[in-house]
């Protein structure tokens, strides 16, 4: 099986101490993999350190075997990543159109049928395809964020927390397309404070504590795992 | 009534001076987040270029005009790589006191070359039309017209071009703009490209309307910026609005104060604003 992503040993942060202590990673194509744990375990970190976000002071990324560490946001995004952030991730002064314009910015090519895609991914956009992110709910707001990513037709998504803001309802939504985004063929790494729910639809989760792996299975065996469920999964 | 109306006329001219500048303080202030202090002898700069262009090869102004703004377009984009680039991972406010003493270097440069004496494009009268007892110059036409004409184009490049689309991407999100793969660095040439083209516009605009002389930019810097932060500083829209506000708000004041405290009443609703509606008197349009 490919690899499509593998994080070694990495150690770093935002220039202060190290919140990642020696973080190891590994997906493989086609999988929806899920980092839980602990406020303040490095999980955002983590996939910022992925994208050329956050210092890598020691370890390795590399992205279909080719190393990709300490490589600026704009070039990774290049290479067919793309990263959902948790807060502020919709352009809120251009409009929805616009947004995924932008998001299709390091394209040459005809994006138009790319766009069309993302509206039948995600119906409601379209409708307000010319209103301003800035007035839109925050599930539209989050399809927004996706779609946008996903207009560079990347082989992995990153998505920090992407439930993190919405009702219940919304989140098994947004649980329910990002599995369709994966059937699509794309490989998906999230954070999810939502833990319980994202293990459900996930292939595997990893537990982060202080910045180092705790646990690592598939989502329906970390569920059961006794220790798990009780340190960081609400007993 | 004719008295405040002849004002409204002057306010208006003024104010379509103003706007163009603080479009470029504001969008700098976007982009790169600090306060262009050397903007008003950038456009000082800019009204001389056009000098060259009228005095020594005797160009038409409205062919002396888009020079000198190519002419403070590529003036800017030097003096950003050369001295801002530099400065741009340190604190804001050392790149602020840098734009300070840009703004001294500009003005004695321009001193040095034009000297300090006054100096107009074209001796002679410019009649004034007079409709209803309000007299209009020619000139006063030409600079409302092409304020109007810049501002419009600012607009559709804004709007439809992919640049103008990422520019006010960028100010909207630095980060989103870096995640989804914009490049800054060429966002922030433009964004000089356009910050020094209309300063060089505003400037020849104001020389139009007034005379050259090397203080010409430096005079308007404070209305420049009370337009910025009226409109709220960072949103180019309200730069406009706010342009058009501070010039005619100074034109009006003179019916009830001295001309002489003129420069004041800028500086009052600067305050003003800046206390009771910080982030600017108009709300939402970035």
Same mark, same amino acid.
């Given at each position: 099986?490919?690899?499509? $992503? =593998?994080?070694?040993?990495?150690r770093g942060g935002y220039g202060g101490a190290d919140i990642l202590n020696g973080t190891d990673l590994k997906l493989d194509e086609g999988e929806i993999v899920v980092i839980i744990g602990p406020n303040g375990a490095g999980k955002s970190t983590l996939m910022k350190a992925v994208f050329g976000? *956050?210092?890598? &002071?020691?370890?390795?990324?590399?992205f279909f075997g080719r190393t990709i560490t300490g490589m600026r946001a704009d070039q990774v995004a290049k290479l067919g990543m793309s990263y959902v952030p948790q807060e502020r991730n919709v352009f809120a002064s251009l409009t929805v159109n616009e947004n995924l314009e932008m998001g299709a910015y390091l394209r040459d090519d005809d994006f138009g049928p790319q766009i069309e895609r993302i509206y039948e991914l995600f119906p409601p956009l379209k409708e307000r395809r010319r209103q301003q992110a800035g007035t839109l709910s925050g599930g539209e707001r989050q399809m927004l964020a996706m779609? &946008? *990513? $996903?207009?560079?037709d990347p082989k992995l998504l990153l998505l920090d927390e992407p439930t993190a803001a919405l009702s219940p309802r919304y989140a098994a939504e947004t649980f =329910?397309? %990002? &599995? =369709?985004? @994966?059937?699509?063929? %794309?490989? %998906? $790494?999230?954070? =999810? #404070? @939502?833990? &319980? #729910?994202?293990l459900e639809h996930a292939d595997?989760?990893?537990?982060?504590?202080?910045?180092?792996n705790r646990f690592e299975a598939p989502g329906p065996e970390l569920?059961? @795992?006794r220790e798990v469920a009780e340190m960081y999964l609400g007993g | 009534m004719t008295d405040l109306l002849q004002l409204l006329v002057f306010g208006i001219v003024f104010g379509s001076i103003l706007t163009l500048g603080a479009i470029g303080v504001s969008l700098i202030f976007g982009i790169l987040r600090f306060a262009h202090f050397a903007h008003g002898d950038m456009m000082t700069v800019g009204a001389y270029f056009a000098l060259i262009f009228v005095a020594q090869i005797g160009w038409p102004i409205y062919m002396a005009l888009p020079a000198a703004m190519i002419g403070a377009a590529l003036l800017a984009i030097l003096i950003d790589q050369s001295v801002y680039r530099r400065l741009r991972r340190t604190a804001p406010v050392i790149l602020l006191i840098s734009s300070f003493g840009m703004a001294l270097l500009l003005r004695a440069a321009v001193q040095l070359i034009w000297g300090t004496d006054n100096q107009v494009y074209q001796p002679g009268i410019n009649v004034p039309y007079v409709v209803f007892d309000i007299r209009i110059k020619p000139d006063h036409l030409v600079i409302v017209g092409a304020s109007v004409i810049l501002v419009f184009a600012f607009h559709l490049f804004l709007k439809m071009t992919r640049m103008g689309k990422a520019m006010r991407a960028m100010s909207d999100n630095v980060d989103l703009a870096r995640v989804s793969g914009i490049d800054s660095e060429r966002v922030v040439i433009w964004t000089w490209v356009i910050g020094g083209a209309l300063a060089a516009a505003a400037g020849v605009l104001l020389a139009l309307d007034t005379r050259l002389n090397p203080q010409l930019g430096w005079n308007v810097l404070l209305p420049v910026f009370a337009a910025t932060i009226v409109g709220g500083i960072g949103r180019v829209y309200g730069a406009i609005a706010g342009g058009m506000f501070i010039g005619i708000a100074t034109e009006l004041s003179t019916a009830v104060i001295l001309p002489a405290y003129k420069p004041a009443v800028a500086f009052t609703l600067m305050v003003l604003v800046l206390i009771l509606r910080p982030r600017g008197l108009v709300r939402g349009m970035n």
């Open positions: 099986m490919t690899v499509v $992503l =593998e994080v070694a040993d990495v976000l *956050a210092t890598i &002071r020691s370890g390795s990324v590399s779609g &946008r *990513a $996903l207009m560079l =329910e397309r %990002i &599995r =369709e985004i @994966n059937a699509l063929g %794309i490989t %998906i $790494l999230m954070v =999810e #404070q @939502n833990a &319980r #729910q994202a595997r989760g990893v537990v982060l504590v202080m910045g180092a569920l059961a @795992n | -």
